[in-house]
């Protein structure tokens, strides 16, 4: 089982089950084509986010396989909404989970997701004493692999064409991480970096 104590710090975030205080902003940026062009829905209504927040989007532990901790990411400074990640539970015998994240467009260029997707792997391996953490991308997503890649994930698989997504034949491509990795580097590059004095990536995140 997974409990975290909320709300979850980084050096410049903070990670927290999302309210319905926080409908308007996650609307603001689920409701963009742009912004949902990789995920796995298309835009959304303000009905359907408030539905999620209640419904989907409401779990504050994850107690079993198959479940997910979805979370909002704010602003320490200014309490701004940034953007949600999310965490999978995939597999209790072979102990691997999943991360995901979204940011609203105004927050990138600042490493605020490799910040927050750092937290998460944290959670896994740290929280859940996961084996394996993976995410996985449409080939085209190109922010969200440098993301992945600052982390320290290793991109282990390209599988051509396997996804009928929104309309078109998609790539999509597997990064991994071990817990013997994660222990062995803890936070790599520009995310130990941001851990410790909240400095920004080189390169654009998103």
């Not at 940026?29 to 927040?53: F, G, H, N, T, W």
């Not at 602003?75 to 990640?85: E, N, T």
């Not at 034949?169 to 520009?190: C, F, K, N, P």
Request: proline share 4%.
């Amino acid at each position: 089982m997974l409990q975290p104590d909320y709300p979850i710090t980084t050096e410049r975030l903070l990670l927290r089950p999302a309210t319905i205080a926080d409908l308007d902003d996650m609307y603001a940026y689920k409701s963009q084509p742009d912004v949902c062009r990789y995920l796995p829905y298309e835009p959304m209504s303000r009905e359907d986010v408030a539905e999620r927040i209640k419904g989907l989007w409401a779990r504050t532990e994850l107690t079993e396989v198959g479940q997910g901790l979805n979370l909002c990411v704010e602003d320490r400074a200014s309490g701004r909404l940034l953007g949600d990640v999310v965490l999978f539970w995939r597999s209790a015998e072979n102990r691997t989970g999943e991360i995901g994240y979204v940011f609203s467009p105004d927050a990138a260029g600042h490493g605020y997701a490799t910040e927050a997707a750092t937290a998460l792997l944290r959670l896994g391996f740290e929280g859940l004493s996961l084996h394996r953490i993976k995410a996985e991308i449409d080939g085209r997503n190109h922010p969200s692999a440098r993301v992945l890649e600052r982390l320290g994930m290793r991109r282990e698989a390209v599988h051509l064409q396997n996804m009928w997504f929104k309309n078109e034949w998609s790539d999509s491509v597997i990064y991994a991480m071990l817990a013997d990795e994660w222990r062995g580097q803890g936070v790599t590059g520009s995310a130990r970096a941001l851990l410790r004095d909240g400095s920004e990536p080189n390169s654009v995140d998103i």
